[in-house]
């Protein structure tokens, strides 16, 4: 069996190659993040059979926990880093065209870079560790903003810049805190020895990590640079920073609520959040024109509603939720990649420069068609078993308060559909000229679309294909006292 | 004072943290708000080595025999600091190459003026 590590240090060795193979050949260094993510999807899907019986824990440094640096790879962190690796393989093929200006060569390590950040986070057993993966993270999308370097993404860039640094500068403060509560950095001593320690002194230091992470996952408050970051940025680093940075971020904050502090009161609060980033999300993005920005505050509401479905906190709601991130990675980075050439041919991100692009572009338009029914959550595509798990385990909860929110969650969902079909009613209802030319994207960039179009449908064809492996990433979740001993032994 | 006698690095710190994020809120010109930032991020690392520091403490090493672990400062702090430092320095550089950039661009630094995308 193969050691969970290489899954980030393969990448990692990886993306510090690539200027040296760009030496060589600026050709050449294209293909090196294809190679690294490839290797990632391979070994992680090996994997989660093995982390499904028993989670896979490597200690670095030949130490025993908690004095090593853990890495627990169990089946929610190998499923996480199975889609990292897919969305990023999908991106990195489609960008081989794409990328054409300025030091590609730059844009390929910092990519590579930006991914090796989210396996980290989420397959690390250590806070601070997770801390570090954090910041490769985060600096690596930074720069990704900026990369075209005209006035909108430099300063989208400087706007995610401080606002992330401040969100990294409270959670290391909470995690100094934290540390100096319990004298360990270990994930799993602290959720043995946190529950001994007064729940006041906790209250902090966790609610300090959690407005930390809940920047970088764009939770209410604190998402004002995302509609910004993500439209300024070129449409790969969209799709990624949409599909990806934002899901982890959400991860490390269901990890550090559920597993590390096992903090039952805060979940009601992370419901409401949810929902409230939920409708904010949609009806912000119900009122945008252009398209990219529509995308970016769409992704808001879905986080909003991953959050939501994950802190209601049963087995079939995590699950739901999970797969409700699923869905929504394979979607947005449909939309993202198909919007990417329609803005290139069109010239324009308004969506009624759009209009009558079906015509000219058939295939690219059905996929964003077929991504955008999926997102909203029209069978057959994957996000109606996603959407139905939710429903059917948020009524199940019972009570009137799930039943008012889960009716304002499926308001937020008729936002949702009507602004993804006044989209796709300009791209296809709406002509401009009779006899338009037909002008494809390229085959490179038609390619991983079509792939990850094909994966929606089998998804939502046979939900229960990924269902028994998220079903056991819930009870990973649910279960601290095994994370606990399968760490400490 | 005994108060302010124990715990007077904790105070410099988040006085420090305050500072920064009053200086990152408060001010419109870029140069500033990232100078906040490096206030901030230095108020940080004083608060995690007074997490492990200890009064008359000595360097975490077995230097001569007869010393007791009990004595020493806590090592853990100090590596964080370090690899905080370090992520510190990466996020200034990367800011004032921004601002560098946006000043080329806009030919002004001034966050009131530099309003292209709303929020």
């Known amino acids: ?489 | 004072m005994s108060f302010l006698h124990d715990y007077a690095y904790y105070i410099g710190a988040f006085g420090l943290i305050f500072i920064g994020l009053l200086v990152v809120l408060a001010k419109h010109n870029l140069i500033k708000v990232i100078i906040g930032l490096s206030i901030l991020d230095t108020g940080i690392n004083l608060f995690l080595i007074s997490v492990g520091y200890l009064r008359n403490g000595t360097a975490p090493i077995f230097s001569r025999p007869g010393l007791d672990a009990s004595g020493m400062v806590d090592p853990v702090p100090q590596a964080l600091v370090l690899t905080a430092i370090v992520i510190g320095v990466a996020v200034l550089a990367l800011a004032l190459g921004i601002a560098v950039r946006l000043y080329r661009e806009f030919g002004t630094l001034d966050l009131r003026k530099i309003k292209e995308l709303r929020w």
């Open chain 1, 1 to 489: 069996m193969v050691s969970p590590a290489l899954l980030v240090a393969v990448p990692l060795g990886l993306a510090f190659c690539v200027p040296l193979v760009g030496l060589a050949s600026r050709k050449a260094a294209r293909f090196v993040p294809i190679v690294a993510c490839l290797f990632n999807l391979i070994v992680s899907l090996r994997l989660i059979p093995h982390a499904i019986e028993q989670p896979i824990v490597a200690n670095m440094g030949g130490f025993t926990p908690p004095f090593s640096i853990t890495l627990f790879a169990g089946p929610l962190g190998l499923i996480l880093s199975a889609l990292i690796a897919l969305a990023g393989f999908v991106v990195s093929i489609y960008a081989v065209a794409y990328i054409d200006k300025g030091s590609t060569t730059r844009y390929h390590t910092l990519f590579l870079l930006l991914l090796v950040g989210a396996t980290g986070v989420v397959l690390t057993g250590d806070i601070f560790n997770l801390f570090v993966f954090f910041e490769i993270l985060c600096i690596s999308s930074y720069a990704l903003v900026a990369y075209l370097g005209d006035r909108g993404g430099l300063e989208a860039a400087a706007k995610y810049l401080i606002q992330g640094a401040i969100g990294s500068g409270l959670l290391l403060t909470g995690i100094g805190l934290l540390y100096g509560l319990t004298g360990t950095l270990n994930m799993a001593s602290i959720a043995a020895s946190v529950g001994s320690i007064g729940t006041v002194s906790v209250f902090v230091p966790m609610a300090l990590i959690i407005a930390g992470l809940g920047v970088e996952a764009a939770i209410f408050p604190l998402n004002a640079w995302l509609p910004d970051a993500h439209s300024s940025a070129p449409s790969t680093i969209s799709a990624i920073l949409s599909g990806i940075a934002i899901e982890v971020g959400l991860y490390a904050v269901v990890r550090v609520v559920f597993t590390m502090f096992g903090a039952s009161s805060m979940l009601l609060f992370l419901v409401f959040l949810g929902t409230l980033t939920l409708l904010v999300g949609e009806m912000c993005a119900f009122a945008q024109s252009n398209v990219k920005r529509m995308l970016a505050y769409s992704s808001i509401g879905q986080i909003g509603l991953i959050l939501f479905a994950i802190s209601i906190a049963s087995s079939a709601s995590i699950a739901g939720g999970l797969f409700q991130l699923i869905t929504h990675t394979l979607s947005k980075v449909v939309l993202f990649l198909a919007v990417g050439y329609m803005i290139y041919r069109s010239g324009s991100t308004e969506i009624s420069s759009l209009e009558g692009i079906g015509k000219r572009m058939p295939v690219t338009s059905m996929a964003f068609v077929v991504a955008a029914f999926s997102l909203v959550g029209l069978p057959p595509f994957a996000g109606f078993p996603s959407k139905f798990m939710i429903v059917r385990a948020a009524v199940a909860e019972g009570g009137a308060l799930f039943l008012v929110l889960v009716a304002l969650v499926l308001v937020g969902t008729v936002i949702e559909g009507a602004y993804f079909f006044r989209v796709i009613q300009a791209i296809f209802f709406k002509k401009r000229d009779e006899k338009p030319a037909r002008h494809e994207a390229p085959v490179a960039a038609l390619v991983p679309i079509l792939v990850v179009v094909v994966l929606i449908i089998a998804l939502g064809v046979y939900p229960d294909a990924i269902t028994g492996a998220l079903n056991s990433a819930a009870s990973e979740l649910l279960e601290r006292a095994h994370y606990v001993r399968s760490v400490l032994g």
